[in-house]
T-cell receptor, first 109, second 116 residues
């Protein structure tokens, strides 16, 4: 079956760094996405990885290891507005997005 | 900036009634999707649509559901005979194409469906 695992909840301090991990087992792989979702709102795109390595975009970076079925999202210089759920999603061989359950990130002052 | 728009933002319906959720994808996008998210749960794929036909659908997308692109701009999800468990946030998304650099799916703001 297809499976995406990420921690349910994480807590971090304003100004700090946090890493959210995601492991996946899917039928085929056409890229991994990270989305941010605030409560009651639509997911918004953060990053896309299809090759191994690190993609950096401002305060956010995303890493992929296809051989390990592993990705992480790194958030630096955390701000209170970063409190949200972070969704890992993998595009499988049929180009469907398979979603993880999301990691709720709580930022404390 | 182009965006996906969904209407209504919130719909309340009685159990057994039919609802139609509407979406206007980004104009030059070719692939359209419906997802749902039950409160507190993960986003679930319902259906994908390309070239005026369904390309993929999940187990959730049974005979109760149908999609249509009635004109060049709208993309609708119809739920016949709604059940209490259909209460969820329904997201429409569109994607330009499947090639790298253009694979981001843009989401609408969602329609919150409440079945009573």
């Amino acid at each position: 079956g297809q499976n995406i695992d990420q921690p349910t909840e994480m807590t971090a301090t304003e100004g700090a760094i946090v890493q959210i991990n995601c492991t996946y087992q899917t039928s085929g792989f056409n890229g991994l996405f990270w989305y941010q979702q605030h409560a009651g709102e639509a997911p918004t795109f953060l990053s896309y990885n299809v090759l191994d390595g690190l993609e950096e975009k401002g305060r956010f970076s995303s890493f992929l290891s296809r051989s390990k079925g592993y990705s992480y999202l790194l958030l630096k210089e955390l701000q209170m507005k970063d409190s949200a759920s972070y969704l890992c999603a993998v595009m499988d061989s049929n180009y469907q997005l398979i979603w993880g359950a999301g990691t709720k990130l709580i930022i404390k002052p | 900036e182009p965006e996906v728009t969904q209407t209504p933002s919130h719909q309340v319906t009685q159990m057994g009634q039919e609802v139609i959720l509407r979406c206007v994808p980004i104009s030059n996008h070719l692939y359209f999707y419906w997802y749902r998210q039950i409160l507190g749960q993960k986003v679930e794929f319902l259906v994908s649509f390309y070239n005026n036909e369904i390309s993929e659908k999940s187990e959730i997308f049974d005979d109760q559901f149908s999609v249509e692109r009635p004109d060049g701009s709208n993309f609708t999800l119809k739920i016949r005979s709604t059940k209490l468990e259909d209460s969820a946030m329904y997201f429409c998304a569109s994607r330009h194409n499947l090639y790298r650099g253009n694979t981001e799916a843009f989401f609408g703001q969602g329609t919150r469906l409440t079945v009573v």
